[in-house]
């Protein structure tokens, strides 16, 4: 999909898409296990992301001072810095694959990712530097704030391969839509057909709140319009 269709796309879902409409279509659709934990949340409640995936894949490290024969051995970080400077425009830098014990995200990755016009970022742990991100108005999708790095205790070890977070697979270019009712993954498959049936949802469930407005029984309201 083109960058100028994208843009078209993401500009339609934010103006008239919410996340649980778009799981409610999934789910009818066959796939019924794509939103990401609900501890995934937005460091702000007013944060909404969407974009295409750019996974990341993370590892925890032992500091000991020892030098392993691997190849990132020595190296604070592993593939980190490149990851993020990897970020295209409207990409989400989506990371998982470490333990809970160091934040795997801070405010001067925020302005980098923001300088490259990337549409967020959604990590499987922690991120630091909440001020400092909150202040420049970026986009993070997270389990929490915790300050204890991550250079010494984990390394990024792949980019734009596919991961699974709790079961939910995400692989490069699959669009990510996010809210403060959380994180879901459209297939980029299936995604043309979602978005149009989550509209169609949508304005449909509009029509119901204008009926109910209006005095309209429940009952009746689900045998009028079939959504409720």
């Not at 409640?45 to 500091?63: H, S, W």
Request: hydrophobic share 45%.
């Amino acid at each position: 999909m083109s960058d100028h269709s994208d843009a078209v796309l993401f500009q339609q879902m934010r103006d008239e898409l919410f996340v649980a409409a778009v799981g409610d279509v999934l789910d009818t659709m066959g796939y019924q296990h794509q939103f990401l934990p609900a501890g995934i949340m937005p460091l702000d409640k007013n944060m909404r992301i969407i974009g295409r995936a750019m996974p990341v894949l993370e590892a925890d490290v032992i500091n000991d001072g020892t030098r392993s024969k691997g190849p990132l051995s020595g190296k604070p970080f592993g593939l980190m810095l490149e990851a993020l400077d990897d970020l295209k425009p409207g990409e989400i830098y989506i990371a998982t694959g470490a333990s809970l014990r160091y934040a795997l995200w801070g405010g001067l990755m925020s302005t980098r990712a923001q300088h490259l016009k990337a549409a967020g970022v959604v990590l499987d742990g922690y991120v630091r530097d909440a001020n400092e991100i909150e202040s420049l108005g970026f986009t993070v999708f997270c389990r929490g704030t915790y300050a204890q790095d991550q250079g010494v205790r984990g390394q990024v070890i792949d980019y734009r391969c596919t991961i699974e977070i709790d079961g939910v697979r995400i692989a490069p270019g699959d669009l990510l839509f996010g809210d403060r009712e959380g994180v879901i993954v459209i297939p980029r498959a299936v995604e043309a057909d979602a978005v149009a049936k989550a509209l169609e949802k949508v304005r449909t469930e509009n029509k119901v709140a204008d009926a109910i407005r209006g005095g309209m029984s429940a009952c009746k309201a689900l045998e009028t319009f079939g959504v409720m």
